[in-house]
């Protein structure tokens, strides 16, 4: 049980243009999700708590009109990187709690901005 | 601010050795400790976890020593395989406060 999945595994994009990361829980409700990027060889950074039904919460220094997202069900979050530029390159990874502390990790998206 | 910091950065143990990676918190209101497994390319696995009402956690090849008073915590690997060779997390969590704070990541290569 705890799977989390995300599509796609990997995304390659033009300058300018928007890409949308889904993150699902197959096996489990979640009205929290979570969203990291992680630049290569350095650690997992929150970039913020997709809430369902309401707001997304983002952290200090990440710009919410440009990380766009939407927790439409208990089991799907998105993340929407706008206008996106090659620094927006990195591997976005989700995560949330079937129960508890314990929380579980999507698989990653690997986004190329060229 | 680093809120929990994560030592060595990389570590080399040969097979069947123990691998042990240390980590330090500052926040006391901290009381969720789990470590986390990383692939190359690949989303971080939960490995175990552990609150601060006990000092030590076992499964399997993997356990987890907790010292309250020095705020550290450390991950041991026993009979270490090249199959472990991964980049190793620690992190923490406080209270209905799920989200979790990573130290930097322990790149750990097992030789054969």
């Known amino acids: 049980g705890a799977v989390v999945s995300q599509h796609p595994s990997w995304v390659i994009c033009k300058s300018g243009t928007s890409v949308k990361i889904e993150c699902r829980s197959l096996d489990f409700q979640a009205t929290t999700m979570f969203w990291y990027r992680q630049f290569p060889k350095q650690s997992l950074m929150l970039m913020a708590t997709?809430?369902?039904?309401?707001?997304?919460?983002?952290e200090q220094g990440v710009e919410k009109d440009k990380f766009l997202i939407n927790h439409a069900s208990l089991t799907l979050s998105t993340l929407t990187v706008t206008s996106a530029h090659p620094e927006d390159s990195s591997f976005y990874i989700c995560?949330?709690?079937?129960?508890?502390?314990?929380?579980?990790f999507g698989p990653g998206t690997r986004l190329t901005v060229l | 601010q680093q809120q929990v910091k994560q030592s060595p950065q990389s570590l080399i143990v040969q097979k069947g050795g123990i691998s042990i990676i240390n980590c330090a918190y500052e926040n006391t209101a901290f009381d969720y400790f789990p470590w986390y497994q990383q692939f190359p390319g690949k989303g971080p696995a939960l490995l175990i976890a552990i609150r601060p009402d006990v000092s030590e956690k076992k499964e399997g090849r993997f356990t987890i020593s907790f010292n309250k008073s020095a705020k550290q915590f450390s991950l041991h690997i026993m009979d270490s395989q090249p199959g472990d060779s991964a980049t190793y997390f620690c992190?923490?969590?406080?209270?209905?406060?799920?989200?979790?704070?990573f130290g930097k990541g322990t790149l750990l290569t097992v030789n054969p």
């Open positions: 995560s949330a709690n079937p129960s508890g502390r314990e929380q579980f």
């Open positions: 997709s809430n369902e039904g309401s707001k997304a919460t983002y």
């Open positions: 992190a923490a969590s406080w209270g209905s406060n799920y989200k979790l704070t």
